[in-house]
T-cell receptor
């Protein structure tokens, strides 16, 4: 069983729709990360969370530490939001080890 | 622009050839990582360097070696490339909060 599970694997939406991508993890973590990767492109860090909620523009990320669950929301979705969204966790082993464990990603397609 | 620079962006190798993937960051980050990305597998850690002068194996280290040349540079070497090493390779760095990724190297081994 993967330590980081994302759902759904694929998501198709119409422009303007509210989108939610979910991430569950099974290990103790120091932080959870949401990343974005456009087709054929590099990886961009969107959020790093250890508790609560963060917002950046139309993107909102939440985390529930007790339930080991995080969600990424996109409000008023736009075709340029089409990308793979990846959830990753960094461990709580302490020291200077911040290596990430990744989910397999959610492919989002937003149609005009 | 500050960030993580990877070279080359694309490479085709024949089975058995060797090559080094270069990675450099100019953000004074202590920790650097090499990941590979394969369809359906997600990103997996090959090797990492928690600080200058140290390197450690990750999840899939076989067939690779690394060098943390200085605080800026962390290279990944394939001594004898195999078709199973066909992948997209990403270098990343962090100061301990937030990550910066390179743009990736698409490697094909034929």
């Amino acid at each position: 069983k993967n330590e980081v599970e994302q759902s759904p694997q694929n998501l198709t939406a119409q422009e303007g729709e509210f989108i939610t991508i979910n991430c569950s993890y099974s290990v103790g973590i120091s932080a959870l990360h949401w990343l974005q990767q456009h087709p054929g492109g590099g990886i961009v860090s969107l959020f790093m969370l250890s508790s609560g909620k963060k917002k950046h523009g139309r993107l909102i990320a939440t985390i529930n530490i007790q339930e080991k669950h995080s969600s990424l929301h996109i409000t008023a979705s736009h075709p340029r939001d089409s990308a793979v969204y990846i959830c990753a966790v960094s461990g709580n082993s302490g020291g200077s080890n911040y290596k990430l464990t990744f989910g397999k990603g959610t492919l989002l397609t937003v149609n005009p | 622009n500050a960030g993580v620079t990877q070279t080359p962006k694309f490479q085709v190798l024949k089975t058995g050839q060797s090559m080094t993937l270069q990675c450099a960051q100019d953000m004074n980050h202590n920790s650097m990582y090499w990941y590979r990305q394969d369809p359906g597998m997600g990103l997996r850690l090959i090797y990492y360097s928690a600080s200058e002068g140290t390197t450690d194996k990750g999840e899939v280290p076989n067939g690779y070696n690394v060098s943390r040349l200085n605080k800026r540079e962390f290279s990944l070497r394939l001594e004898s490339a195999a078709p199973s090493q066909t992948s997209v390779y990403f270098c990343a760095s962090t100061p301990g909060y937030g990550y910066t990724f390179g743009s990736g190297t698409r490697l094909t081994v034929v």
